[in-house]
Nanobody
Framework: QVQLVESGGGLVQAGDALKLSCVAP????????MGWVRQAPGNQREFVAA????????NYGDSVKGRFTISSNYVRRQVYLQMNSLKPEDPAVYYC?????????????????WGQGTQVTVSA
């Protein structure tokens, strides 16, 4: 069983930055990829970013390209999401997700394991 625990959410102002962290203790290996997915009230889940444990290949959703950066530390089993220039449309619950494939998929249905989520709120 893969457990994922997110942290780092909070309330910020538009234009500010915030960094989310996800720790994945236990049974993930370099054949896994880790992702961030967000969901705002009334909306479907939206892919944000993903990274491969193995080669560091990353993938981003169109709405966050150039503003968000995903990174990872495999030894610590941690994944980070640096969010810069936050906008009023970015608030959501941000979920850390994992799948047992090295390709950093942008399809949210591809992910097998999910964290509890961390809330990000952006004030105008």
């Amino acid at each position: 069983q893969v457990q994922l625990v997110e942290s780092g959410g909070g309330l910020v102002q538009a234009g500010d930055a915030l960094k989310l962290s996800c720790v994945a203790p236990g049974r993930t290996s370099r054949t896994y990829n880790m992702g961030w997915v967000r969901q705002a009230p009334g909306n479907q889940r939206e892919f944000v970013a993903a990274i491969s444990w193995g080669d560091g290949q990353s993938n981003y959703g169109d709405s966050v390209k150039g503003r968000f950066t995903i990174s990872s530390n495999y030894v610590r089993r941690q994944v980070y999401l640096q969010m810069n220039s936050l906008k009023p449309e970015d608030p959501a619950v941000y979920y850390c997700a994992a799948r047992s494939s090295s390709y950093p998929s942008a399809l949210t249905d591809d992910y097998d394991y999910w964290g509890q989520g961390t809330q990000v709120t952006v004030s105008a």
